[in-house]
């Protein structure tokens, strides 16, 4: 550890550009410009990303040098690489090369090679697939799962699956973007509630419901919010689903397996495992493998969604090494093992708040492995994700118009395999380079 911090050592920061080009703006400019040429806009977005690759302020498209541990290098778009702490990777439990995951997937290639050559629609399954459904389920307490080729694809299959044109979505307006993809695919009633406010989620579906009594209604919230890491009040929604006749349907991505004395997320920490109508989520925060899922009581929903979600329908479906290494990795998340592995991450995860919080720093949201790290304006944000990585810490950026304008903030993932003093060593980083990104800014 030493030596990697010894190689990142901060290095005399660049000045700021005379003109700032690389402090100004946001990608949402280059999403609307008006123009015949289709092409003229990602030309202009280039020309901006490269001012700001330029002035190593760009921190996206990053190259991971060796796996994704609580150390890493990795090397940006300039060809500079930074070694040093790594929080920027989603590898929750620390599962990447358990022993028990990497001989999982040795067996699964030997026994089927390494192609799954077919959708779920077809004879893209393997019997490892039924069984890692089945698995899936008895942790969710859902009795019918159907796996899709990543947790974006299940998200935004779920919903354009099951809604059509006349039916009506009322969704958080924080919620992931293949839920809102997913929504104004399947149709042009969608309804926004403020992020959390069940009471609003509420007068919705009242107004909604009043007005509309012939089609259908889902309610689309997350379980851990991926920016603010905080959850809703998932009982109240259910509830409230039932009472109005809508289906309720939970994103489970950031908190399954990682959080729960068994594993079970925030459905189980609020006493709801087996009582949601329908949950999706993703394998590649916690089960070490790309894939989604999408589980619920009703094997007739599983059924339509196969051959009506397009995702599913018409892309491949998981490879038997994928099928193979969730089933290893949830194994060892419904062991004792795992739950060491997830007292560890906790521990880890309450010394990087507590320490970011002594230092004045505001951190989102409720103990999650997504500590939300508030920067502020984003051009003093792009300026200290510099001069972390050039620190020695290794941690993902988001600016608008993923957030609000001027509430840039680090995303910080925390892993297993972090210790509580390495967080605080985070920590200490993250206040400094905020520190000198401020003299500079000044400056």
């Known amino acids: ?231 809703p009040d998932l009982a109240r929604l259910q509830a409230l689903a039932r009472t109005h006749g809508a289906l309720l349907l939970v994103d489970v991505a950031h908190d399954l397996g990682s959080l729960g004395a068994g594993g079970g997320g925030q459905l189980e920490l609020q006493g709801l495992l087996g009582q949601v109508d329908l949950v999706m989520g993703s394998f590649s925060k916690t089960f070490a493998s790309n894939g989604g899922f999408v589980a619920t009581h009703d094997r007739a929903i599983k059924e339509y969604l196969r051959f009506y979600a397009a995702p599913n329908t018409f892309s491949n479906a998981l490879s038997p090494v994928q099928v193979a290494i969730v089933r290893a990795c949830l194994k060892l998340v419904r062991s004792d093992e795992g739950a060491h592995r997830r007292d560890r991450l906790m521990q880890a995860i309450l010394a990087l708040r507590g320490a970011l919080t002594e230092r004045g720093i505001t951190v989102l949201g409720h103990p999650s492995p997504i500590v939300p790290v508030m920067l502020g304006p984003d051009a003093l944000a792009r300026i200290a994700c510099r001069e972390m990585a050039q620190a020695g810490l290794l941690a993902n950026l988001v600016e608008y118009p993923a957030v609000s304008l001027n509430s840039a903030r680090l995303r910080m993932q925390v892993m297993a395999d972090h210790t509580p003093a390495l967080a605080r060593t985070a920590a200490g980083i993250v206040a400094d380079s905020l520190a000198r990104a401020r003299a500079l800014m000044a400056g």
């Open 1 to 231: 550890m030493d030596d990697l911090l010894e190689h990142a050592a901060h290095s005399a920061a660049e000045d700021i550009s005379p003109e700032g080009a690389e402090l100004r703006g946001s990608s949402f400019d280059y999403l609307t410009q008006p123009g015949a040429d289709l092409a003229a806009k990602a030309q202009a977005f280039h020309a901006w990303a490269q001012t700001r690759v330029s002035r190593g302020v760009f921190p996206y498209a990053k190259r991971l040098g060796g796996r994704p541990g609580a150390t890493a290098e990795l090397t940006l778009l300039d060809g500079q690489r930074h070694a040093g702490l790594n929080f920027s990777s989603q590898e929750y439990l620390s599962l990447a090369r358990h022993p028990l995951v990497c001989a999982a997937a040795q067996a699964a290639m030997e026994r089927y090679g390494v192609h799954s050559a077919g959708s779920t629609a077809l004879a893209g399954n393997v019997e490892e697939t039924v069984a890692l459904e089945a698995e899936l389920g008895e942790l969710l307490r859902m009795p019918e799962v159907l796996l899709f080729p990543t947790g974006w694809a299940a998200g935004f299959g779920a919903i354009k699956g099951l809604v059509r044109e006349t039916d009506h979505i009322i969704i958080d307006q924080l919620a992931h973007n293949c839920l809102h993809e997913g929504a104004r695919a399947a149709t042009p009633n969608i309804h926004l509630h403020r992020h959390l406010d069940v009471d609003h989620a509420e007068r919705l579906l009242k107004r909604v419901r009043q007005r509309d009594p012939h089609n259908g209604i889902l309610i689309v919230t997350e379980g851990c919010f991926s920016m603010d890491a905080d959850a």
